[in-house]
């Protein structure tokens, strides 16, 4: 969205009436055009507009009741200059850091690959303490989230994009790639309203865990739930898919950030909705019967920007029902399932939504 308006039309207004919260893409100076290779997290003149503009954006949301999530990107970034001779980061009252070799995991490219030039085997950090072959990210300098100096840069940045830029929650970028406890860490420093953790991985188990390792101090992205309902389910007329899907099944709804599509699989992958490039074409009908479950069941629902977009005037009932029903992220559910259908009922507060899903769930008939 830019400033007041995106280039649909849709207003900070429309937003604040239909979504408590709102996800913005990483908001520093970047390589790369979306922000994911951060070069200075002090300066929020970006590829996608200025500080000024920024900052009346969040003023706007918050004014039309919506609060407001940054996108943040702590695993890796990118050097002004080179591979090494890193910016001056400024965070005003809570501190200015300028990085060095230190502050790079050991286990960097920084010290084997000859691209570094003059920087190879500078990186005196400690061996990154993210996750398997997914550990290191090849394609920036990883930090050491071990080293105080490191712990201290982002408990400072945190901090001032609470309370200086105005923000209300995190969205962590590429969370394998650092251990999940650092999250706690920061998160007890800065105190957002909400935080999620982007940890790629389709196993109900292994968001649990790590869950868990962030001291149950942040919720987390359900993979689980998109690849088993909606890849595995909806789109393959397996409607007993969806019973039990992802952490709400296993116990955990209130940790639970429920998704079909993000911008990291739409028009991207494989991980798309019915494939790359299907799920607004083959399957667009489709993407209705994800969101009556999405909007109807515990965790947190997300809708994706070009779903509400397209969608909106189907999608308006859907979050109505919610609000009035007062369904939450720990609302119970009793459900069945069979041949083309899901049923299920889901207590709120308020009310009961009569959820039914699938060519032989009876939807059309009442």
């Known amino acids: 969205i830019d400033h007041l308006n995106g280039a649909d039309g849709t207003s900070a207004e429309e937003i604040g009436q239909w979504f408590d919260l709102t996800w913005l893409p990483p908001m520093s100076k970047a390589t790369g055009g979306t922000g994911y290779h951060p070069v200075n997290y002090g300066d929020l003149n970006s ?23 940054a996108d943040i990107v702590i695993n890796h970034a990118d050097a002004k200059q080179g591979w090494c001779n890193f910016d001056t980061y ?33 990186a005196t950090g400690n061996p990154d303490d993210g996750y398997g072959d997914e550990a290191n990210y090849a394609a920036s300098r990883d930090w050491d989230h071990t080293n105080p100096d490191v712990q201290a840069m982002f408990k400072a940045y945190l901090q001032w994009m609470r309370n200086d830029v105005k923000v209300d929650g995190f969205r962590y970028d590429y969370c394998k790639g650092f ?13 957002p309203y909400f935080s999620v953790m982007e940890f790629w991985d389709g196993n109900t188990e292994t968001l649990k865990y790590h869950i868990n390792e962030a001291g149950k101090n942040t919720m987390t992205f359900d993979f689980a739930m998109k690849y088993t309902a909606f890849n595995q389910g909806i ?12 952490l709400p099944g296993a116990g955990m709804p ?3 950030v429920t998704f079909l599509d993000s911008h990291d699989s739409f028009l991207r992958d494989g991980n798309e909705f019915c494939g790359e490039g299907n799920s607004m074409t083959v399957c667009r009908d489709k993407i209705m019967q994800c969101y009556a ?31 009035k029903t007062g369904v939450q992220s720990e609302s119970s559910v009793t459900d069945e399932c069979g041949n083309g259908y ?18 032989n769930s009876g939807y059309n008939s009442t």
């Open 90 to 122: 400024n965070f005003g009252s809570y501190g200015t850091f300028t990085p060095d070799g230190s502050y790079i995991c050991s286990t960097d490219e920084m010290n084997t690959s000859t691209a570094a030039g003059a920087c190879r085997g500078t």
């Open 254 to 256: 209130r940790y639970a």
């Open 293 to 323: 479950y999405l909007l109807s069941m515990p965790g947190v629902p997300l809708v994706f920007y070009p779903h509400w977009v397209t969608f909106k005037d189907e999608l308006k009932p859907l979050i109505n029902a919610r609000y």
């Open 342 to 359: 899901y049923k299920a009922t889901i207590t709120g507060k308020n009310g009961e939504i009569r959820l039914l899903v699938g060519p």
């Open 235 to 246: 789109a393959s007329d397996n409607y007993c898919q969806l019973k039990g899907a992802g």
């Open 179 to 191: 251990n999940n406890s650092h999250i706690n860490d920061y998160n007890t420093a800065s105190k």
């Open 47 to 69: 590829d996608w507009g200025t500080k000024q503009k920024l900052q009346e954006l969040i003023q706007t949301l918050h004014q039309n009741g919506a609060r407001v999530v």
